[in-house]
């Protein structure tokens, strides 16, 4: 089925242009096609950007084994609805991802349920080198250098050195360093007040694990992306880092600091742990020099009742792939970037460190992933409009300018804003992420 997407302002590699767009089934077959094109719908965009989808390499989609916090059914529709096409989960669900065969029943359950485009990374533990080896169809290996679920704690050096050295695929990390957080823990073991988990997660145990991480990536020239960096120490630290080692922002460390937990409490309880404004401005300017390569999530939504807990028996995490997208068009509304900065962080970036196929830019011959925004459109975020399966989110009642109004997954319409009502074709499905290594 032919599709024209005209007059629109289409961010292209090369920069933003008004210009018409040609998709064909699920590839992209001309961009600045003949608005005579003989098509089967036509696509009127007067007004609006037409982006790349958004490609989010770190989300927590809970299932199989946590299916009342989030599942496949729900995060997609959140990540169609916020312009996100595309996703890359991570291994710690129960059970945790760490066999091939697991790997693949995931990549099954996705191809039934997923709206949107999927890929699922293996886990490394202690003794599992042999399957990382091998591991196929997947974007890469995670290790938690710090804190997690089942056996997915990697910890001791002897473990790191022989991963790093005798896998290929790229390698990224949680780095919080273990020793450190438990000594602080034990410090503050008596304080029930949730800003404490700043202290106990501190800047410190950031920044040592991610030296110890970039230490041995770049002894054993092995590709390495550190997930989540949450301080300006560990932004100074990347700037100068090899060719070898990416690196990336979350909303919640761009735009949240210890001065919200007054406000919000343990809604935003995270790991690595919100760190202070200083942090907040050290990390938007690192992103904006390159010295951090793209912005992702680290969607890992709980209930309102666990996040209600009192500390230190709440969870750490919170929902955000609904709302990223947004989150950073109100940024170009701000003036503090630009919508082709965006794309680079969002689109392109994520495709270029994961060896993606296909994605990431419009582009003949790639595929068509789409998304079309509306930078004037101001709507506020709500708890009650939330697809997430979790149903809220610690940006309740904040106004934001820029919104995803539609998508295209491989080609179908997958979401549309009708009337501020979000619209799902829950007839198409993703595909699984073909990958280059």
């Known amino acids: ?98 066999t091939q065969s697991i790997l693949e029943e995931k990549l099954a359950t996705a191809s ?48 790191l050195e022989k991963i790093f050295a005798e896998s290929t695929l790229t390698i990224c990390a949680h780095c919080e360093d273990e020793s450190t957080v438990r000594a602080n823990a034990a410090k503050y073991a008596d304080s029930t007040d949730v800003a404490s988990h700043s202290l106990v997660r501190n800047h410190e145990a950031a920044l040592i694990a991610t030296k110890r991480a970039i230490d041995l990536a770049d002894r054993h020239n092995h590709r390495f992306h550190v997930l989540h960096v949450s301080t300006a120490q560990e932004a100074e630290l990347l700037a100068s880092a090899s060719d070898l080692i990416t690196s990336e922002v979350c909303p919640h460390h761009l735009f949240f600091n210890v001065g919200d937990y007054e406000r919000l409490g ?27 390569d793209i912005v992702a999530t680290d969607h890992a939504p709980h209930t309102l009742d666990e996040k209600q807990q009192p500390y230190p028996n709440c969870p750490s995490g919170l929902p955000a792939v609904e709302n990223s997208l947004a989150l950073m068009l109100n940024q170009i509304a701000s003036g503090k970037c630009t919508i082709e900065e965006v794309v680079k962080w969002m689109c392109s970036g994520p495709a270029r460190i994961w060896d993606i196929k296909n994605k990431g830019q419009i582009k003949v011959g790639f595929d068509a992933d789409l998304t079309l925004v509306d930078l004037k459109l101001e709507q506020t975020v709500l708890n009650e409009n939330q697809e997430t399966k979790c149903g809220w989110t610690p940006w309740h009642g904040q106004s934001l300018t820029g919104w995803p109004v539609a998508t295209w997954v491989m080609g179908h319409e997958a979401f549309r804003l009708v009337d501020g009502v979000a619209w799902f074709n829950q007839s198409t499905l993703g595909r699984e992420i073909e990958y280059s290594h």
């Open 112 to 159: 039934r349920s997923s709206l949107v485009n999927y890929g699922f990374y293996i886990g490394a533990t202690e003794d599992n080198v042999d399957v990382l080896k091998h591991a196929t169809r997947t974007p890469g290996i995670k290790i938690f250098i710090g804190s997690s679920t089942g056996n997915l704690l990697v910890d001791e050096q002897a473990a």
């Open 1 to 98: 089925m032919k599709k024209l997407f005209k007059n629109a302002t289409v961010v292209l590699p090369t920069g933003s242009v008004e210009t018409s767009v040609l998709i064909d089934g699920a590839k992209i077959v001309d961009i600045d096609a003949s608005i005579t094109s003989v098509v089967d719908e036509i696509v009127d965009c007067t007004g609006l950007h037409l982006l790349p989808g958004v490609i989010d390499d770190q989300v927590h989609f809970r299932e199989p084994g946590l299916t009342h916090k989030e599942d496949l059914d729900h995060a997609s529709r959140a990540c169609a609805k916020g312009g996100v096409t595309s996703f890359l989960e991570m291994p710690n669900t129960i059970p945790n991802t760490i």
């Open 266 to 292: 343990s809604l935003v309880k995270m790991n690595p742990s919100i760190k202070d404004q200083a942090d907040n401005v050290a990390l938007w300017d690192a992103l904006v020099a390159g010295a951090i």
